[in-house]
């Protein structure tokens, strides 16, 4: 079992930074890809990024590509998402995930672990 805890979200004007950070505990070393999906309001649940333990290997949508960067401490099983030059559109639920899986995976069915979510508001 591998649970996640996300932490780091807030209210950031547009144009602004924000540091979400996710805590991973128990069997982690079998979830090598762990990433970060997003759900905004009356919207679906979407593929943010996601990364590689093992090589540090990232994946991202085409969406935050350039904005955003993911990354993680092995040593403390501590994934983050840096967010820069936030929109009012990245306003969402941001939820970290873990797949058992190998491979670029942006569905939210294949990941098995999920944290509880943090809330991030852009406002305009």
């Not at 128990?26 to 009356?42: A, E, H, K, N, V």
């Not at 993680?72 to 941001?94: C, F, G, H, W």
């Amino acid at each position: 079992q591998v649970q996640l805890v996300e932490s780091g979200g807030g209210l950031v004007q547009a144009g602004g930074s924000l540091r979400l950070s996710c805590a991973a505990s128990g069997r982690t070393l079998r979830s090598d890809i762990t990433g970060w999906f997003r759900q905004g309001p009356g919207k679906e649940r979407e593929f943010v990024a996601h990364i590689r333990w093992s090589d540090g290997i990232t994946y991202y949508a085409d969406s935050v590509k350039g904005r955003f960067t993911i990354s993680r401490d092995n040593a403390r099983n501590i994934m983050y998402l840096q967010m820069n030059s936030l929109k009012p559109e990245d306003t969402a639920v941001y939820y970290c995930a873990a797949t058992l899986w190998d491979g670029i995976r942006v569905l939210a069915s294949q990941y098995q672990y999920w944290g509880q979510g943090a809330q991030v508001t852009v406002s305009s």
